[in-house]
C-alpha cells in the first residue's frame, strides 16, 4: 500500500458516525465551496471540495442529485475521522 492510499470506512458504518453534509464556504479560500462533514454530535469530521464532488457523481436528475452526492461522501468517510 502507498503512503498516499487512504482507507476508508464502510457505507454502514458512515451512516451510523455522520449526522449532517452541509455545503460551506472555504474560510481559506472564499470563492471556494465544500462539503463538511459534521458527526451525530455535531464535530466536525471531514470535507470535500464542491466541485470535485460535483464532477465525481456525474449528471444526476435534479431529485436525486442530493441522494448522489450523499452516497459519493459515505462512501469515502477516511478512516482517520475515529482518530479525532
Same mark, same amino acid.
Given at each position: 500500500? *502507498?503512503?498516499?492510499?487512504?482507507?476508508?470506512? *464502510?457505507?454502514?458504518?458512515?451512516?451510523?458516525?455522520?449526522?449532517?453534509?452541509? $455545503?460551506?464556504?472555504?474560510?481559506?479560500?472564499?470563492?471556494?465551496?465544500?462539503?463538511?462533514?459534521? *458527526? #451525530?454530535?455535531?464535530?466536525? #469530521?471531514?470535507?470535500?471540495?464542491?466541485?470535485?464532488?460535483?464532477?465525481?457523481?456525474?449528471?444526476?436528475?435534479?431529485?436525486?442529485?442530493?441522494?448522489?452526492?450523499?452516497?459519493?461522501? #459515505?462512501?469515502?468517510?477516511?478512516?482517520?475521522?475515529? $482518530?479525532?
Amino acid at each position: 500500500m *502507498s503512503a498516499e492510499e487512504i482507507k476508508f470506512i *464502510s457505507y454502514h458504518e458512515a451512516v451510523k458516525l455522520v449526522g449532517a453534509i452541509q $455545503e460551506e464556504e472555504d474560510v481559506d479560500t472564499p470563492e471556494k465551496r465544500i462539503l463538511m462533514v459534521y *458527526s #451525530l454530535d455535531d464535530k466536525e #469530521l471531514c470535507w470535500f471540495d464542491f466541485e470535485e464532488v460535483m464532477a465525481a457523481v456525474g449528471k444526476v436528475d435534479a431529485g436525486q442529485k442530493k441522494e448522489a452526492v450523499q452516497n459519493y461522501i #459515505l462512501n469515502r468517510i477516511p478512516a482517520w475521522v475515529h $482518530e479525532l
